[in-house]
């Protein structure tokens, strides 16, 4: 699974720069960046084929060395949220592979990241100030419609996560 950094995000942990990743299914790219809400540090993860996303409040340069760790047990708290069995998530995982720092993905991506940072923005009253954890947020990301590279239509990323997976 392909993470790409953002150069926030590389500064705010202090990471040199990463390479870029060899091509892979948008399915196991995300794209990671660091934002202030409501005045901590926190990660955001956008999922580069389905806009599905995650926000980690509280984060610390010292979580440096535990961030892929976090991204995962986000990615799949987060997913099963959505309604996936643990199967279906151990599954992806498996597909997806090991988990790479990488370069982002394109101006496209990084565009629906940029996206997703402003609706977090827009909705930063339903932030859990006591939580790291944000599910109301991640709730907001993915159950508004937006729309993705290769659809015509504006869809909810959780639905495209499902329609994703499902074929898989």
Same mark, same amino acid.
């Given at each position: 699974?392909?993470?790409?950094?953002?150069i926030?995000?590389?500064?705010?942990?202090?990471?040199?720069?990463?390479?870029?990743?060899d091509?892979?299914?948008?399915?196991?790219?995300?794209?990671?960046h660091v934002?202030?809400?409501?005045?901590?540090?926190?990660?955001?993860?956008?999922n580069?084929?389905?806009r599905? #996303?995650?926000?980690l *409040? =509280?984060?610390?340069p010292?979580?440096?060395?535990?961030? +892929?760790?976090? $991204?995962?047990?986000?990615?799949?708290?987060?997913?099963?949220?959505?309604?996936l069995?643990?199967?279906?998530?151990?599954?992806?995982?498996?597909m997806?592979?090991?988990?790479?720092?990488?370069?982002?993905?394109?101006?496209?991506?990084?565009?629906?990241?940029?996206?997703?940072?402003?609706?977090?923005?827009?909705?930063?009253? #339903?932030v859990?100030s *006591? =939580?790291?954890?944000?599910?109301?947020?991640?709730?907001? +990301?993915?159950? $508004?419609?937006?729309?993705?590279t290769?659809?015509?239509?504006?869809?909810?990323?959780?639905?495209?996560?499902?329609?994703?997976?499902?074929?898989?």
């Amino acid at each position: 699974m392909q993470l790409g950094i953002t150069i926030p995000m590389e500064r705010f942990f202090k990471m040199e720069k990463p390479p870029y990743g060899d091509k892979t299914d948008d399915l196991f790219c995300w794209e990671l960046h660091v934002i202030m809400l409501q005045g901590r540090p926190s990660l955001i993860g956008v999922n580069c084929g389905t806009r599905f #996303a995650f926000v980690l *409040a =509280g984060v610390d340069p010292d979580d440096k060395d535990r961030l +892929l760790l976090l $991204t995962e047990r986000e990615i799949c708290d987060s997913f099963m949220e959505a309604g996936l069995s643990e199967g279906r998530i151990e599954a992806y995982l498996d597909m997806a592979g090991e988990f790479q720092i990488t370069k982002t993905h394109g101006r496209s991506q990084v565009a629906y990241l940029n996206k997703a940072v402003d609706l977090v923005m827009w909705n930063d009253i #339903a932030v859990d100030s *006591a =939580g790291t954890r944000q599910p109301i947020l991640n709730d907001i +990301l993915n159950r $508004t419609p937006t729309k993705c590279t290769g659809d015509p239509e504006a869809e909810r990323p959780v639905d495209r996560l499902l329609e994703k997976l499902e074929k898989l």
